[in-house]
């Protein structure tokens, strides 16, 4: 599908004076990072992502029809009225306008809440925008009931792009890819899709348990981390690194090799933070105790040869990656030796999970 496809001519269509929609869209955390883009929220490589399940936002968007020529929105976040988020709302309303002309004929009133602490540290944006753009499809498929699932999911996701890349990742299916790899067909740089072939059974269940080493706001914006990528020393080999890397997990993912699986996801993550490192503003996000964790985890897996791994984000907090079978040794370690780098003890249980759900 092309960028064309997702104009709608909606408006036309219904006539439907108000109405609300909530969905429930996860976090995912990825494998093969995504780290620079192009304009329009084109990823300069391909990821993939675990879908997260306990990691969620819940979204409502109450619409009605205009009364006057200047449309508006508010914005409620667990309860409070909040205009510090009316502005990246704003941006992701007017990138989508064109390809959603229906919505200003409206007003909304938006409420949000997370499952997680918003200062947490962990993002909020893949989910918050994947929420909002289901809500949108839903009011567009009022509108328009012809919409089948497949461009329904597909518009979402592309629509969740443009208020944040990773949020593409957030809309359907428990392992996500994005970005125009020959080797995954259908994949595409427009929006996520499923991975399209099976998935070996060691991956079932698999658990994600987030150790909050820093619970403070992001240090450093993605919208200034992936600026950090232009005119970078490596980048264009890091850019063909993701591509290669986003080959072999396809493999992984199909035989269920979980000692190759550590490997790539560790490097990937490491790779990620040494962008960070080798740029110019150039930034460590990663805290003393990050790089505890780092040790113990390579120290449990040498004595027990468990398949427990980590990946990072754009922060410090640590994701321990680990199969069903080895939750009780892997929930044993945390909690005698892990947590005590966790600031304020915290760490999140978290599973791979299905996507989004409509709760309306
Ligand atoms: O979606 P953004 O613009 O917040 O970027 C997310 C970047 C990483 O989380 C570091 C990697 C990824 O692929 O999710």
Same mark, same amino acid.
């Given at each position: 599908? $092309? ?21 429930? $869209?996860?976090?995912? @955390? ?5 780290? +620079? ?6 990823? !300069? ?12 936002? *819940? ?14 929105f508010e914005v409620y976040f667990e309860g409070v009225k909040k205009d510090d988020f009316k502005p990246k709302i ?19 009133i938006i409420t949000s809440r997370?499952?997680?602490?918003h ?9 918050g ?9 839903? *009011? ?42 020959? !080797? ?14 099976? &998935? ?16 403070? !706001? ?25 591509? !290669? ?6 493999? @992984?993912?199909?035989? +269920? ?32 105790? $990050? ?5 113990? &985890? ?56 299905? +996507? ?5």
């Amino acid at each position: 599908m $092309t960028e064309k496809d997702f104009i709608s001519n909606s408006l036309e269509i219904a006539n439907l004076k108000e109405g609300k929609f909530t969905w429930k $869209t996860p976090s995912n @955390i990825a494998l093969v990072k995504y780290w +620079g883009k192009k304009a329009q929220q084109i990823p !300069e490589n391909t990821s993939i992502s675990f879908t997260l399940d306990a990691c969620f936002t *819940l979204t409502t968007l109450e619409f009605t029809k205009k009364k006057n020529q200047i449309g508006s929105f508010e914005v409620y976040f667990e309860g409070v009225k909040k205009d510090d988020f009316k502005p990246k709302i704003a941006i992701f309303f007017e990138r989508i306008e064109k390809y959603c002309p229906y919505l200003s004929s409206y007003d909304f009133i938006i409420t949000s809440r997370n499952s997680f602490p918003h200062s947490s540290g962990i993002a909020s944006s893949a989910s918050g925008m994947s929420a909002l753009a289901l809500c949108v499809m839903s *009011l567009e498929r009022s509108l328009n009931t012809k919409i089948d699932d497949d461009y329904f999911y597909k518009k979402a996701s592309f629509l969740a792009r443009l208020g944040s890349g990773s949020a593409c990742r957030s809309v359907k299916g428990s392992v996500v890819v994005w970005g125009n790899n020959k !080797e995954i067909s259908e994949s595409s740089n427009l929006y996520g899709i499923e991975f399209p072939y099976t &998935i070996h059974q060691n991956f079932k269940n698999y658990h994600d348990t987030i150790l909050l080493v820093d619970e403070g !706001e992001k240090q450093v914006s993605s919208t200034v981390g992936h600026q950090l990528m232009y005119n970078h020393p490596f980048a264009q080999q890091r850019f063909k690194q993701a591509e !290669e890397n986003i080959v072999k997990i396809k493999e @992984i993912l199909q035989n +269920g090799d979980l000692k190759a699986f550590a490997n790539l996801v560790e490097s990937e993550a490491l790779t990620l933070h040494a962008m960070m490192m080798t740029s110019n503003p150039y930034f460590i996000l990663m805290k003393p105790n $990050t790089l505890k964790i780092i040790n113990k &985890i390579w120290e449990f897996r040498k004595e027990t040869n468990l398949n427990l791994c980590f990946t990072l984000d754009a922060g410090a907090n640590v994701h321990l990656l680990y199969p069903e079978n080895e939750k009780e040794q892997v929930n044993n370690f945390v909690v005698t030796q892990l947590i005590k780098y966790c600031q304020n003890n915290h760490y999140i249980c978290d599973r791979i999970g299905f +996507g989004a759900k409509l709760k309306n």
